[in-house]
């Protein structure tokens, strides 16, 4: 039978190309022996695709060939190597074990797994043979190995030419290689079902005892709501009422929740999805976070449902939509989100001082959950982005989305908080590549999406692709050069000024040389407060509700003189010993309070 044959993979320029026999792991690649290569060739049979793996161990370089140990891992026989080379299929690594036993040079050509788990080594010019003893998993048996013969596989016998001898190797080779496919997609599949069960039992822990005592005293009290009184809020989760969708479930519009007062514009209601216990996580994690933080530009939690078929969250709707969304107004279900909330189609396009500050308020915002504070852990966002950057009437941002955020207390090199993680979490475009490289989410990673976000701010566009759409100004950072690829509505000042700001946050490639957010927010106070571009100080003025909450009537006046905030998050911010949100000056003690405040003025000079 004519056998095809075709060349893959690459020319690896590592020694010639020279290898010796190659061994199928149990990850379904074939990985081959260095001769007078320095590395391990793998290939992928799946995409023809080949790398090259490990290490060079300086050991000659001289194997022949290889075997699949009882523990996975490939052990390649010295030919003049002076030690055994084991290869680790699972991380790609490569090490040296054994002892050079001098034993003619160390040649040995071939090798065969045994029935007891142990690898016997043939001699070529060596005297002795060389045994290999690999660690034996428990329960572990020549017959159950994926690589050993079976017995249903028939006997090969000769024909004429040798053609039913190659059909009966081929066919053995295949039922072999469809058995070991069967063995690792079971094994992966149980993997996957303990993991789940692990994070199953783990949820409903946490959701049982956030059920119990649902928000910690120390923060804003958040109300426990019914599906029932969501559903008729929501009109039974109409789809006619669907704000927008993504990875957590779907939001909804709610005019009004008479158990919750407040809120003039009304609510959004998010019910998460039941995916594997991910939706109670999302939920349990956003709940415990936001009960901690008290920010005038962060999305206040209003309250949440905790019945297992209805999890949501619920937030005072913000009526000016997302900046993505007023930034792309054209673009995608945009047009569909933005009718929902009112808005005229197309909508008014967004100033370039409202985008100055909401960026400037989300920069704020960020650092105030970097830093640690009374009653408040350090806390890493990990989803910046203008999506989740919500306007309310008046276009003040607040930033969203809190649900893959995460409190940490992990100390890196010099003090800097950073979080771990096995698999990239992000939206493209806004994925830190220091963040791909290490896998450590850190300050700097947020650090790098407020960069993006600044950048679509001064180039309305899709965040994919951004960076190189702009090359030319941010590796020459000239008045011109920034003018040519920004919106031309913006200052040619302004924009040199923030295009600076994004190189710091973005475009530079190592951490050390990457702008610390609280730079940043200095740099975007500085253009705003230039410019005048003010916080909402007339705005505030036409409100009652508190300007952190936006749900209690305001009822505190600092000693600045501003009245901005209810009794129970003027407390909060003083006790987190944070700043008045309009004029920044530190909070210090309280000149009046009571309900009649809500109809005075916000400001109120004091003698």
Not at 101 to 125: A, F, Q, R
Request: charged residues 20%.
């Amino acid at each position: 039978m004519a056998i095809p044959m075709h060349l893959i993979g690459t020319n690896l320029g590592e020694g010639g190309g020279k290898w010796s026999g190659g061994v199928l792991g149990p990850d379904g690649k074939v990985y081959c022996v260095p001769c007078d290569a320095r590395r391990v060739l793998r290939i992928d049979p799946a995409t023809g695709a080949t790398d090259l793996i490990g290490s060079d161990h300086g050991e000659g370089g001289k194997w022949g060939g290889g075997v699949l140990g009882p523990d996975g891992k490939v052990y390649c026989v010295p030919r003049n190597a002076r030690r055994v080379l084991r290869i680790d299929p699972a991380t790609g690594a490569t090490d040296l074990i054994g002892t050079d036993h001098g034993e003619g040079g160390g040649k040995w050509n071939g090798g065969v797994l045994g029935p007891d788990g142990k690898v016997y080594c043939v001699p070529c010019n060596a005297r002795r043979v060389l045994r290999i003893e690999p660690p034996v998993p428990r329960g572990w048996s020549l017959a159950a190995s994926p690589m050993a013969p079976h017995e249903d596989v028939a006997p090969t016998t000769a024909t004429a030419g040798g053609t039913g001898s190659d059909e009966l190797l081929a066919l053995r080779f295949q039922l072999e290689e469809e058995r070991a496919a069967r063995a690792r997609t079971e094994a992966a599949a149980e993997a996957r079902a303990a993991e789940a069960e692990a994070r199953a039992v783990a949820a409903e822990r946490e959701l049982a005892a956030l059920r119990a005592a649902p928000p910690p005293a120390a923060g804003r009290q958040v109300a426990v709501l019914t599906r029932a009184e969501l559903e008729a809020a929501t009109r039974g989760f109409d789809e006619g009422g669907v704000l927008g969708e993504g990875g957590f479930g779907k939001v909804y519009l709610a005019a009004a929740l008479p158990p919750l007062a407040g809120a003039p514009h009304g609510f959004a209601v998010k019910r998460l999805r039941l995916d594997g216990m991910q939706g109670e996580e999302q939920l349990h994690n956003e709940v415990q976070l936001l009960s901690s933080c008290q920010h005038e530009a962060l999305l206040p939690l209003a309250g949440v449902c905790l019945e297992r078929e209805a999890l949501c969250l619920v937030y005072p709707l913000m009526v000016g939509g997302s900046l993505e969304d007023r930034l792309l107004p054209a673009v995608g279900d945009a047009p569909r989100r933005l009718a929902r909330l009112g808005l005229p189609s197309p909508p008014a396009a967004l100033t370039w001082q409202c985008r100055l500050r909401a960026m400037r308020d989300v920069a704020r915002v960020l650092a105030y959950l970097h830093a640690a504070a009374p009653g408040k852990p350090v806390m890493l966002h990990r989803d910046v982005k203008p999506a989740n950057v919500l306007l309310d009437a008046q276009l003040n941002a607040k930033l969203a989305d809190v649900g893959l955020a995460r409190a940490e207390a992990l100390l890196g090199p010099g003090g800097q908080t950073h979080h771990t993680t096995q698999n990239v979490m992000g939206s493209p475009g806004f994925i830190d590549p220091l963040y791909v490289e290490t896998r450590q989410y850190s300050e700097v990673t947020d650090g790098y999406a407020l960069g993006i976000s600044l950048l679509m701010c001064l180039k309305p566009r899709s965040a994919v692709g951004l960076l190189d759409a702009c090359v030319d100004a941010l590796e020459d950072p000239t008045q011109e050069k920034v003018a040519a690829v920004v919106d031309p509505t913006w200052p040619a000042d302004v924009a040199l000024a923030l295009m600076r700001v994004v190189i710091g946050l973005s475009w530079r490639r190592t951490r050390s040389r990457r702008m610390p957010i609280a730079d940043a927010v200095r740099a975007l106070e500085a253009v705003a407060d230039n410019h005048d571009v003010r916080p909402g100080v007339s705005v505030v003025d036409e409100a009652r509700e508190c300007v952190v909450c936006l749900m209690e009537p305001r009822a505190v006046r600092f000693g600045c003189g501003h009245c901005a905030c209810c009794t129970t998050c003027a407390g909060l911010l003083q006790a987190q010993r944070m700043s008045c949100p309009v004029c920044r000056l530190p909070i210090r003690r309280f000149m009046e309070e009571g309900s009649h405040l809500a109809l005075q003025p916000t400001f109120v000079e004091l003698q």
